[in-house]
């Protein structure tokens, strides 16, 4: 059985840009980098970039990569925006939370979510 997850995968067309909208717009720190492979560490999970000539974003569904915010989602979204980041819509209220999809450099799906208040 699983019991936990080492990496998640993502598929990249162009590792620099890949590498520096993880670094530069989400934060995150950088472990390794090479042109067909870097990591990096998502508060302890890390997500690895890997590096495909026929990488293709497809619309159809797929992986997406949810991460905390450090502080409220708005003023995340705020400094993702200014940063560059694709955002694909508003921030959605649920019983379960709140989450406000957006985009990386090369188009894969990523959202912010916060817990349910109280």
């Known amino acids: 059985m699983a019991h936990g997850v080492a990496t998640v995968w993502v598929p990249v067309t162009d590792m620099k840009r890949a590498v520096a909208f993880y670094r530069d717009t989400l934060g995150l720190d ?3 980098e090479s042109d067909d492979w870097s990591e990096l560490d ?3 999970l890390m997500i690895g970039l890997n590096g495909r000539e026929d990488a293709s974003v497809s619309s159809s569904g ?13 003023d995340e979204l705020a400094e993702i925006a200014s940063r560059g980041a ?3 819509g508003e ?3 649920h019983e379960w ?6 985009k990386d450099s090369e188009g894969n799906d990523l959202q912010f979510y916060t817990p349910p208040q109280g």
């Open 62 to 74: 797929g992986a997406v990569i949810t991460f905390q915010p450090d502080g409220t989602i708005e």
């Open 97 to 102: 939370g709140r989450i406000v999809p957006f």
């Open 42 to 44: 998502a508060g302890g």
């Open 86 to 88: 694709d955002i694909q």
């Open 91 to 93: 921030i959605s209220d």
């Open 30 to 32: 950088v472990k390794s």
